[in-house]
């Protein structure tokens, strides 16, 4: 019983550990190619709204008999249409989804500090500590460049917060499995 415990949280250490290498490689590509990262992000979420919205109107059909159907029907053409402008317009879309990064990288900071302080007792606290300032650091960043450097600001600073935020998944998994016994490590 033990040992498939122990087995458990040695996999789900090394599956953290596998995350925050990949993250921090991914954080590296973003940096790499800003522009293109901006317009992937930006072009990829024009589609997620697309699909939301049809999906959204395939329901708003389907259960049109429970009421609410023009709420409905309305809701998807918003998600539609926010979409399509998306793809029609990707500078204004670039810089309202920088606006919104900006606000996504304070709140995450945010919560990053919070989540940080709640780990305090557990050793290396510090680097989700450091991931948070960094983060809050990116968000009011962005706020203080924007509009001048969208195109390029957006995908630089989502790869910089997926480094760190890669790092510090990584440094949290080291520590994890090093406070593993020795009897759990050759398990």
Known sequence: MTTDVSRDIKKNV????????????????AIAAPN?????AETWIAAILIFAGFTKLVYA??????????????????????????FVYPYTGVLTLTLLLGTFL??????????????????NW????????ITL???AMI???????????LGTLVG?????????????SLNARSTLNPSDQTA
């Not at 910089?160 to 949290?172: A, E, H, K, L, Q």
């Open 14 to 29: 090394n599956g953290s550990l596998i995350t925050g290498v990949l993250l921090s490689i991914l954080g590296v590509i």
């Open 36 to 40: 293109f990262t901006t317009l992937f």
């Open 61 to 86: 059909t389907q259960t049109r008999d429970r009421g609410g159907f023009i709420w409905k029907l309305l809701l998807s053409g918003l998600y539609i249409a926010t979409g399509i402008m998306l």
């Open 106 to 123: 304070l709140t995450e900071g945010t919560f990053e500090l919070i989540l940080a302080f709640q780990l305090r007792p557990q050793q």
């Open 126 to 133: 510090t680097w989700i500590l450091s991931d948070g300032i």
């Open 137 to 139: 650091v990116l968000g």
């Open 143 to 153: 706020w203080f460049q924007w509009p001048f450097n969208a195109p390029w600001l």
């Open 160 to 172: 910089i917060s997926i480094i760190f935020t890669g790092v510090s998944r990584v440094m949290f």
